[in-house]
């Protein structure tokens, strides 16, 4: 999909706030790190402190644009995550929020293991089994509504497509391709979102943007409605949005 970069920066920078946390995860005095999914770049700089070498990664040329501008020095690169090109070199996999976009898990993880060395760590954080789920049966009920009142037939939305596994779904995909798995575990995460009255439909924005971008604005705008309607009375708290994520956060190392 396509990303505003700038936006994601300004808006919800929460997902590298949150994630600031992962990085205790990683010990210190590492050789090679990738970040995979790193967005604008907001945690790869602290990787360098704990790493001789980090790559970025992002399917995203607007967010590599922005990643490279905030560290020149490090090395970014415009590329899917399933297309890494390491062989058994590569001493951790640091990823925060970006796995659940990624809809061909089995090769994604075959990938992963191919890239790093025996005794190398995937340290990573992602959506878990429920996460936005208020969010996404709202937002799915209005789309489908507004496409009908279109005269436009039911639609297979891309937001029903993110990968949102249960710790353990994911601990045994892991398992099968090699991994030893040291932490695997969800939590809720409720998140507030910036910007008041305007957060959700800024959010809505940004993350439902694929299926979005086939509706006229107007009909997008009915669509921000109904779902703020749908979930006001659950989700709106002391003038704004609060979000209901819920995370998996694991430690893995390979054979």
Known sequence: MDWDARLYDQSHDFVAAYGEKLLGLLPDGLGFVVDVGCGTGA??????A???RVVGIDASPDMIVQARMRLPRVEFLV???CDMPWNGCVDALFSNAALHWIE?????????ARALRPG??????????GNIGRIRA????????????EGIGPAHLNSER???????EYAALLSRHGFSVRLAEEYDRPTPLKGGEEGLARW???FFAQDLDCVAPEAQEKVFAAVADALRASMWNNGGWIADYRRLRVVAVKH
């Open 43 to 48: 945690l790869t700089e602290a990787l360098t």
């Open 50 to 52: 704990r790493a001789a």
């Open 79 to 81: 590329m899917d995550a």
């Open 104 to 112: 061909d898990q089995e090769r994604l993880t075959s990938v992963m």
């Open 120 to 129: 190398g760590l995937l340290v990573c954080e992602f959506g878990a089994q």
């Open 138 to 149: 709202a937002f799915g009920a209005a789309f489908q509504a507004v496409l009908a009142g």
């Open 162 to 168: 993110f990968y949102f596994p249960s710790a353990q």
């Open 204 to 206: 809505m924005a940004q």
